[in-house]
């Protein structure tokens, strides 16, 4: 069945440093692929989306490539500030359009 | 102007009562879901509901029911609450199910609590 692994928190970086989360899923066809940033007492809330294959998704900073060949979906930030500090979830999109959820990755950013 | 609106934000109450969340998107989407999020943020669907009809039900014991005056509505009533119910509650909204990218607006969650 579709099922969605990520990288396993929590992940601890000082501010400027380079920030890799990553994501490999299972899923039939060519599901569009989502992040979603939830930051502390808040809901979830769209980070960024790639819709086929080789598409760059990118938002704050923040990019993911949507890599077929090895059903990937890897979020970097070049250089992460205290305010990322959040819970990151990957999200593709199953056959029946319903969103699997990954089990979030907390990232704590240290001044 | 608010786009997914739960109300409460937080609840507190004993085992055994009755409560609800209430949830409102002035989106205009045609879906929109109840998720459960654990202490250990672990995300999964309750419900959800497309143009007020019922379209998932994952396994929820039967004391959660859901429903959908209209399509900018969908509320939580949970009966005799446990501890185990204890979590953070995230109503969702989105355009349409079917589309190729489905992206999802949540609320800002209702942390119910059991004691």
């Known amino acids: 069945g579709d099922s969605v692994t990520q990288m396993e928190g929590p992940v601890t970086l000082s501010e400027e440093a380079f920030l890799t989360i990553n994501c490999t899923y299972t899923?039939?066809?060519?599901?569009?692929l989502f992040w979603y940033v939830q930051y502390p007492g808040e809901g979830l809330q769209l980070l960024l989306k790639?819709?086929?294959a080789d598409d760059k998704g990118s938002n704050k900073g923040f990019e993911a490539t949507y890599r077929k060949e090895t059903t990937s979906f890897h979020l970097e930030k070049g250089s992460v500030q205290v305010s990322d500090s959040a819970v990151y979830f990957c999200?593709?999109?199953?056959?029946?359009?319903?969103?699997?959820w990954g089990a979030g990755t907390k990232l704590i950013i240290k001044p | 102007d608010t786009a997914v609106s739960q109300t409460p934000k937080y609840l507190v109450t004993q085992m055994g009562n009755d409560k609800s969340i209430k949830c409102e998107q002035n989106l205009g989407h045609d879906t929109m879901y109840w998720y459960k999020q654990d202490s250990k943020k672990f995300l999964k669907i309750m419900f959800s509901y497309n143009n007020k009809e019922l379209i998932i039900n994952e396994t929820v014991p039967n004391r959660f029911s859901p429903k959908s005056p209209d399509k900018a509505h969908l509320n939580l009533h949970i009966n005799s609450l446990e501890l185990g119910d204890s979590a953070v509650y995230f109503c969702a909204s989105s355009q349409d199910l079917g589309s190729g990218a489905n992206v999802l607006t949540f609320g800002a969650g209702s942390r119910l609590t059991v004691l």
């Open positions: 999200a593709p999109q199953g056959s029946n359009y319903q969103l699997i």
């Open positions: 899923a039939t066809g060519y599901p569009s």
């Open positions: 790639a819709t086929k």
